[in-house]
Nanobody, 127 residues
Framework: QVQLSESGGGSVQPGGSLRLSCTAS????????MAWFRQAPGKEREFVAA????????YIARSKRGRFTISRDNTKPAVYLQMSSLSPEDTAVYYC????????????????????WGQGTQVTVSS
């Protein structure tokens, strides 16, 4: 199974920015999809963004466009979530997910689409 390691969470004031990182290791991850989800207390896990690796395709949830971007590392299976103009509503645990795949769809992914998950990283937006 693929192991995912996340980093970059923390506390930030409204309007601030954070960059989350996720790196895959373990079982060979040559072609696949890496994604970000988030889960706020009492809410369901929500899709944020996904990116093919190593292909150059991505999809960001409509409500996050303009504030969030997802990028990848060209040399290793890693993706980055750049978040800006953060608000308290963005407070959640952010999870990285991955699955092997040779196909990337421009769509909202479900948590059930992924079989590997990171431990999550807390993002807190508060003044």
């Amino acid at each position: 199974q693929v192991q995912l390691s996340e980093s970059g969470g923390g506390s930030v004031q409204p309007g601030g920015s954070l960059r989350l990182s996720c790196t895959a290791s373990g079982r060979a991850f040559n072609t696949g999809i890496m994604a970000w989800f988030r889960q706020a207390p009492g809410k369901e896990r929500e899709f944020v963004a996904a990116r093919a690796w190593p292909a150059d395709s991505s999809y960001i949830a409509r409500s996050k466009r303009g504030r969030f971007t997802i990028s990848r590392d060209n040399t290793k299976p890693a993706v980055y979530l750049q978040m800006s103009s953060l608000s308290p509503e963005d407070t959640a645990v952010y999870y990285c997910a991955a699955k092997p795949s040779t196909w990337f769809s421009q769509t909202v992914y479900s948590p059930h689409d992924f079989d590997s998950w990171g431990q999550g990283t807390q993002v807190t937006v508060s003044s």
